[in-house]
């Protein structure tokens, strides 16, 4: 039986927690994806940067053209397992395949071909699962408040995926002199180990609340919701500048920390710094969605971001015990973009189910995750760029002043200016907690009306 808002079943806080465990390695794997494994191409495999950019940057255009597509098929999928469900028991298997390959198995010299397919089925595969989780967390609780709870929790799960990896990635460059090699070996082994755990933890103890089967949707269909759907475009945008000053950010991380601040061991542990605060900021964002409003708050984070960058200008090098705080207060926004984002999104479907009468969850969070990867594609961009000015991203190179200037301004300017505009670009945004509650109200009586229907008279 399908159940309506009004007949929605009580979900516990355990049983949230079961749910939002595979964000941990799911949400983890983009982390090494911007940070690490571009490094590890060009550095460990030999791989020159201009291909380096081109695989990484291809495999995002790749996905910009699947992800909306494999939301639409998980959306009409129907199984007596469940939807969402269903996918992540299925993609669970070849994803740690592919984790095995990228991390561990290739090898120095490993032709460009090789690389390139190996990262392109990478990111295929994890999308397919994670479209698939992030459609179900804004169908487990399906509210204005029920969803950032859920969806705080899976960005509270991530979060805490990253520290370990982090922390692991630091251990192992710092205490056994492993460099970027070994933090890359060490994160794809903890990967193996925290994919099927979680994936399991899921499957067995969260149920799937039933819900009607979705009408095929076209290619042209998909884009035609997306152009008549104004606020998932004040969505999107910011999204996608969020992603852009992220991709940028997180792709020049080790370079800025290590040749600019000349933290040539202590960059990991910056980051795992960077990230831990950004567990800790989650409830603060939470809170503030709460107090006012889901686009208010992402509003804050975006500047407090732009005004925590602008003072990277003025950290002083080879000084750990002043950037270690600084990384501390700097990370505390970073989660709150990702939850709100996604908590945003979560309400635009209950908009467009309204105007078209389907339930496009894996669309429209295929799109989401289309605009953050489109915006995270730009690290690799980067990396061009640098190869341009004579940047040589080589363990102890010795890089010109003009090379530094270049990845000092691509790596603090652009963060500021893109998080500017995202602030700005959710000015007056309608889809605030009173009309997401208009919404749910038409949405439960349609679907009282039209059991009524199906049931008849003589039933009634």
Not at 239 to 251: F, H, K, M, N, W
Not at 438 to 449: C, P
Request: proline share 6%; hydrophobic share 55%.
């Amino acid at each position: 039986m399908t159940q309506t808002p009004s007949t929605e079943r009580k979900v516990s806080n355990w049983e949230i927690a079961a749910f939002a465990a595979p964000a941990a390695p799911l949400l983890a794997l983009s982390l090494p994806t911007i940070i690490f494994l571009p490094p590890y191409f060009a550095s460990h495999l030999g791989i020159p940067l201009a291909a380096v950019s081109a695989i990484f940057l291809g495999a995002r255009v790749f996905d910009l053209l699947i992800d909306p597509m494999v939301g639409g098929i998980q959306d009409r999928t129907e199984t007596r397992f469940g939807r969402r469900r269903l996918w992540i028991a299925l993609t669970c298997p070849p994803l740690m395949v592919m984790v095995w390959f990228v991390f561990l198995g290739l090898w120095p010299g490993v032709d460009f071909m090789i690389a390139a397919v190996a990262i392109f089925l990478l990111y295929f595969v994890s999308a397919a699962m994670l479209i698939a989780h992030l459609g179900w967390a804004g169908e487990l609780i399906p509210t204005y408040h029920g969803r950032t709870h859920v969806l705080g929790m899976v960005q509270t799960a991530s979060m805490i995926g990253q520290v370990i990896m982090l922390l692991i990635a630091g251990v192992v460059a710092q205490g056994t002199d492993g460099g970027n090699t070994g933090a890359v070996h060490a994160m794809g082994w903890t990967l193996l180990l925290l994919l099927p755990a979680t994936t399991l933890a899921t499957i067995l103890f969260v149920r799937e609340t039933p819900r009607p089967p979705q009408p095929h949707l076209t290619l042209g269909d998909s884009l035609r919701a997306l152009m008549q759907n104004k606020t998932a475009q004040r969505v999107l945008i910011p999204d996608l500048l969020l992603g852009v000053a992220q991709g940028v950010s997180g792709g020049l991380f080790l370079f800025y920390f290590q040749f600019v601040l000349g933290f040539e061991r202590e960059s990991q542990t910056l980051l795992a710094i960077y990230f831990i605060a950004g567990l800790a900021g989650v409830p603060l964002w939470w809170w503030a969605a709460r107090r006012l409003g889901k686009h208010r708050a992402l509003q804050a984070a975006m500047i407090y971001t732009a005004v925590t960058t602008a003072i990277l200008l003025v950290l002083p090098p080879h000084n750990f015990p002043i950037a270690a705080p600084f990384m501390a207060v700097a990370g505390l926004a970073q989660g709150g973009g990702v939850l709100l984002t996604r908590a945003l999104m979560a309400d635009v479907v209950d908009e467009d189910e309204l105007a078209c009468g389907a339930r496009r969850s894996g669309l429209y969070f295929g799109l989401l995750l289309t605009t953050s990867k489109l915006g995270i594609a730009s690290g690799p961009i980067t990396y061009a760029v640098l190869g341009l000015v004579g940047f040589s991203a080589v363990e102890g190179a010795q890089n010109s002043p003009a090379a530094l200037a270049t990845l000092s301004g691509l790596f603090i300017g652009v963060p500021i200016l893109l998080c500017l505009l995202a602030a700005l670009s959710l000015r007056k945004y309608p889809l605030d907690e009173a009309r997401q509650r208009q919404l749910a109200a038409a949405i439960d009586a349609r679907h009282a009306a039209n059991s009524e229907n199906t049931l008849g008279p003589s039933t009634k």
